[in-house]
């Protein structure tokens, strides 16, 4: 019976040997992975910083593209701005001095004809003149 005792007591110990042998193999495959996860989340992070990094880059570029040409387009706007009063002022200067050359031209015509009338006038019923008319 001890034989029998002691070749159960043989099994169990090998058994556990082989339970313990598992254990730690499982351990150290639970380490590795969470050595390789760490790692991963390490790397993204360090991917995701760079990638973080490139575009407040890029976009600061962008930004002082963008401020560049808001400034020329600000400037171009001012020109033209300008150039629309130069060339409103001299249409409007241009069209009053045309408009006093007709009203001119009209109050000659006016005085003319009124002078004209009169001068007829003075003929017809004989008085202001002299008897040759001048």
Known sequence: M???HG??????DMRNQ???EKSKAAQAADE?????ANARAAAQAGNNANAGATFAANMARQAAKTGAAGAMSGAAQHSADSTRGLYGNLGASAYNAAKGVVDDDAKVRATATA?????ERRRRYGYGYDDDGI
């Open 32 to 36: 590795i992975a969470r050595y390789n």
């Open 2 to 4: 001890a034989a029998i």
């Open 7 to 12: 070749k159960g007591a043989m099994a169990g």
């Open 115 to 119: 002078e004209a009338r009169e001068d």
């Open 18 to 20: 082989e339970y313990g």
